[in-house]
């Protein structure tokens, strides 16, 4: 047989011929993805992406990475553990830290890798990981990859935390949560989960990717609102793809635990580090936020402003506002329909989100001008109220 005839199985069939049958059961259940592309300099409002303070294409941010990117190359040439580390990751790292209240930080290539991470890392064989019904995929995914025993709690339920860490036999325990979940941008109780944490000994891991920037004194993250930066029995993740308008992903946290990290997360000794310009974009976009503390209060001016619009019933606590529609055919028809009138919002599907719950999800920029919010507001009130019939 040719290297390019199509392999059969003993069923004579292509071993990817399940396939089809798949993404017809998709197109049928209205779950069919695709990709858009987005031109340069796109018309019209978005209130889709996550850049919440409107820094990916503010001039200090795009000067931070072409400066970077001139001193240090196109790419970082290797892990940060061979030649990937240079002094940029390292003062970034300080200088976040710092901003949101941590004792240090690890620069990651994501935050879906800063995740897995951490998660891993501190914890593994022979320890309980007890982790939010709702919490990002990326933190499924090292709660899989952990070996640990894991407990799944129903959304923001601090009780059935308290009876999964009570009733543990491990020595070693972690709880994992979002600080702002993504889909519908409600904030987690930290305050009381890190209480029972402490009560349990039981380590406490904070995924803020949207709450920096957002929450918090000028942006500091949910974790510094309540009181909790610094904790030494907290440990925080995030992104810089979102608030910081770059790419990337940060564990902050005791100075123990990055020694750790370095030894033992797997996708930071193995992965390539963060290119450099990444590196200067965040850390340029940070210095804007300490310079503007503003832009973190106008994200919820805003949002509060769109909820109104929309009538979403729970005043928004993040930039993220959740406008529930049912079914996967409205939220994707509502959602065509304001890109067609020159707006871009986010739709949000099973699995992503629960039958029966599917949305639209807009989220906000500190940036929207005056006339931008008022096309938003024009366009969401006729959509909807077609939407909704």
Request: charged letters at 20%; aromatic letters at 4%.
């Amino acid at each position: 047989m040719s290297a390019l005839e199509v392999p059969v199985t003993r069923a004579g069939l292509s071993p990817l011929a399940w396939l089809d049958d798949v993404e017809q059961q998709r197109r049928d259940a209205g779950l069919r993805r695709s990709l858009r592309t987005r031109p340069p300099g796109a018309g019209g409002v978005d209130l889709a992406s996550n850049d919440y303070l409107g820094l990916a294409q503010h001039p200090d941010v795009i000067d931070g990475a072409v400066a970077a990117l001139r001193t240090w190359g196109a790419g970082s040439t290797g892990s940060r553990l061979v030649t990937g580390n240079t002094e940029l990751h390292e003062a970034f790292e300080k200088a976040l830290a710092e901003f949101v209240g941590a004792e240090s930080g690890l620069v990651f290539s994501s935050g879906y890798t800063a995740n897995i991470g951490a998660v891993v890392s501190l914890s593994g064989p022979g320890s309980l990981l007890v982790s939010d019904a709702l919490t990002h995929a990326s933190l499924v995914d090292a709660c899989r990859l952990s070996r640990a025993r894991v407990v799944v709690t129903p959304h923001r339920d601090v009780a059935a935390v308290e009876a999964a860490l009570a009733g543990r036999d491990e020595e070693r325990a972690v709880v994992v949560t979002d600080s702002v979940f993504s889909a519908d941008g409600v904030l987690a109780p930290l305050p009381a989960l890190h209480d029972v944490c402490r009560r349990h000994g039981a380590l406490l891991i904070v995924d803020e990717a949207h709450g920096l920037g957002v929450r918090g004194a000028g942006g500091r993250g949910l974790l510094h609102e309540v009181g909790l930066a610094g904790a030494p029995d907290v440990v925080m993740t995030t992104t810089m793809s979102k608030a910081l308008g770059s790419q990337g992903g940060v564990v902050l946290g005791p100075a123990a635990v990055r020694d750790h990290l370095i030894d033992a997360a797997r996708p930071f000794i193995f992965d390539t580090g963060l290119a450099p310009a990444a590196v200067g974009a965040a850390w340029a976009a940070l210095n804007v936020l300490i310079a503007e503390p503003w832009r973190a209060e106008a994200v919820l001016a805003h949002a509060q402003t769109l909820a109104s619009v929309c009538d979403v019933p729970t005043p928004p606590e993040s930039a993220v506002v959740s406008v529930i529609l049912g079914e996967p055919e409205v939220a994707l028809g509502a959602a065509a329909d304001c890109l067609d009138r020159g707006l871009r919002v986010g739709c949000f599907r099973p699995p992503t989100v629960p039958a029966g719950t599917s949305r639209l999800r807009l989220t906000v920029r500190a940036s929207l001008s005056g006339d931008e919010m008022a096309l938003a507001r024009e366009v969401l009130t006729d959509v909807l109220q077609h939407a909704r019939r």
